[in-house]
């Protein structure tokens, strides 16, 4: 099953991806991780990607796709992957797709998590991160036990960079602009699948699972 996850950011892909990854085993992979993580190694590519994600703005696609076409081709996601946070432009969708085809495989679903724009703000400003990946969580909607602290290790939560007002302006214009347009691209093919993303998140969960379902009942 292949998968992609489109939303805004702060629209909960990320921690839906996740869920669906754990219940399923299938690779979740996210351009945004790949990128911090080429930062923090210092790679040329990582240097390349560094200023663009501190403000906010999309990474070129030459780099974007240079990193995940790689990844898509490793073992672990031979039954499959659910992608998330890519495509984010046209041209990487059409990328993604030559590249699938090459591998004479394709998309089975474009799970769509739609979030009222107004929403995003309050949601990034709060969100805490745990710096050893355990999750994330939101001073507000979401506390962890400790303030501060990760649930699961204890760890001192970190706020990202580009998670202050400013940054994410940028980058929900950059989501507008750029990757909204994905909306009608994969309509256009019949693979949009709408969730509405502002109830509860094992509502949303639960959606989600059910399309899964329903896609790979159709895929067989
Ligand atoms: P995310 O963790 O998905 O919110 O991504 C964080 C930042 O990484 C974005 O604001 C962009 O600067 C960059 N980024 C992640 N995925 C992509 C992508 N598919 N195309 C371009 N830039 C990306």
């Not at 790949?34 to 403000?55: F, P, T, W, Y």
């Not at 506390?143 to 960079?161: A, I, N, Q, S």
Request: hydrophobic residues 35%.
């Amino acid at each position: 099953m292949r998968l992609i996850f489109l939303g805004a950011p702060g629209s909960g892909k990320g921690t839906q991806a996740k869920r669906l990854r754990d219940a399923h085993g299938i690779p979740q992979l996210s351009t945004g991780d790949l990128l911090r993580e080429a930062v923090r190694q210092g790679s040329n590519l990582g240097k390349d990607a560094e200023e663009h994600i501190g403000a906010g703005r999309l990474v070129p696609d030459e780099l974007v796709m240079a990193l995940i076409a790689d990844r898509m081709k490793q073992e672990d996601c031979e039954p499959g992957f659910i992608l998330d946070g890519f495509p984010r432009t046209v041209a990487q969708a059409e990328a993604l797709e030559s590249t699938l085809s090459e591998l004479s495989r394709s998309i089975d679903a474009v799970v769509e998590i739609r979030v009222d724009q107004g929403k995003l703000i309050e949601r990034l400003v709060g969100r805490r991160i745990c710096p050893k990946g355990h999750g994330e969580w939101h001073i507000r909607f979401n506390p962890p036990r400790v303030e501060g602290k990760c649930d699961v290790c204890g760890e001192k939560l970190t706020h990202r960079e580009d998670d202050y007002e400013d940054t994410i302006r940028t980058r929900l214009e950059a989501y507008r602009n750029l990757t909204a347009p994905l909306i009608d691209y994969y309509q256009g093919r019949g693979l949009l699948r709408p969730v509405n993303g502002e109830g509860d998140m094992d509502e949303i969960a639960k959606e989600i699972e059910a399309i899964y379902q329903s896609t790979s009942e159709s895929a067989c």
